[in-house]
């Protein structure tokens, strides 16, 4: 079923300071959402926010400078639309962009640019799998607002979680299989790292943990190989979610662990958490501890991967029987 109206997705995603002067402001955003942090009382949020990216802007840059000096996630999220936008071609008339939660292009631009387009209605498709408050919902809720205010008067059709989307779960056992066959056959831990979220949201109903587990299950149906959950970027001085990676490399460490892969089940695309946080600190610890340490790339826009996407839009638009044709 081909559409026949000029359809807007946007692809949302966290953002990223794209180089090293970007760090300070990316940060005060980042501190300023009260959704998912709140500093003191609201009309101190912002205040705070910015005591807080001062005081860890200094180190975050350093982080960065070991990737390149910026995130690459506005660049990879841009391939990605692109590369759906190709994808959906045959189905209808589809402008794809991406639009980020903390950094450009936000909310704002990202609308008037679907205005400018002339499109008939939008679908906002978070590269989030696994619905969290502080991910999908933040970023769902900030496009709303920003609709609202810029009286942007267009429907907009959300998409929330997709952790066993069929593509989406095959992109992942293929790079699986490929971590698993680069050890030439020897015993191999495979470690599943999410980003971690304050336990207070799971006890309040966040669906995270269990979308998390939905993801695992489906993937160790196709691979039959066992992985552990652990998670990783904690953050502030609440509960978090564990066991964070190091404490389950360490662990590993223990027992004797030899070959150690990692896969991060929670991000689509390689960006700080994975090129530096795991690829480099969490490699380096590993590696000292004398195991041999392998890292998932990315999805990013790799055909599978994009395949799933547009099956979920044809699947919202209503073809269902089109999506099943990829």
């Known amino acids: 079923m081909k559409s026949k109206s000029k359809i807007g997705i946007l692809l949302l995603n966290l953002g990223g300071p794209e180089q090293l002067e970007d760090v300070y402001p990316f940060l005060v955003n980042l501190f300023s959402d009260r959704q998912i942090i709140r500093l003191g009382p609201a009309f101190l949020q912002k205040f705070i926010a910015r005591i807080i990216a001062r005081r860890r802007a200094p180190g975050s840059r350093d982080n960065y400078a070991r990737i390149g000096g910026g995130s690459p996630i506005r660049r990879t ?25 903390y950094w450009h292009p936000r909310a704002e631009e990202a609308l008037r640019v679907m205005a400018q387009e002339g499109v008939q209605s939008i679908v906002a498709l978070p590269l989030y799998p696994h619905y969290s408050i502080a991910t999908t919902g933040s970023s769902l809720s900030d496009l709303r607002r920003t ?63 269990d979308h998390l587990q939905q993801t695992i ?35 590993l460490a223990g027992k004797g662990c030899a070959n150690l892969l990692v896969v991060p089940i929670s991000f689509v695309s390689d960006h700080v958490e994975t090129l530096f946080e795991i690829d480099i600190q969490n490699r380096e610890m590993a590696e000292g501890l004398g195991m041999r340490f392998a890292l998932m790339p990315g999805l990013n826009a790799a055909p599978r991967f994009i395949a799933g996407l547009r099956n979920l839009i044809l699947t919202d638009l209503g073809g269902e029987q089109e999506a099943m044709r990829s």
């Open 77 to 101: 999220t841009e391939e990605q639309a692109q590369a759906l936008e190709d994808a959906l071609g045959p189905d209808g008339t589809f402008v794809v962009r991406s639009c980020m939660r």
């Open 147 to 209: 609709a609202a205010r810029l009286r942007i008067d267009l429907p907009i059709r959300e998409i929330l979680s997709w952790p066993v989307e069929p593509s989406y779960i095959g992109c992942l056992a293929d790079r699986i299989m490929a971590g698993v066959s680069s050890f030439q056959g020897d015993p191999v831990q495979m470690v599943y790292s999410a980003h971690s979220l304050p336990v207070q949201f799971i006890r309040e109903g966040d669906p995270y943990v």
């Open 217 to 251: 299950r489906a993937l160790e149906a196709r691979t039959a190989i066992p992985g552990i959950l652990c998670y990783q970027s904690r953050s502030g001085p609440v509960e978090w979610l564990g066991p964070s990676l190091p404490e389950v490399i360490t662990a």
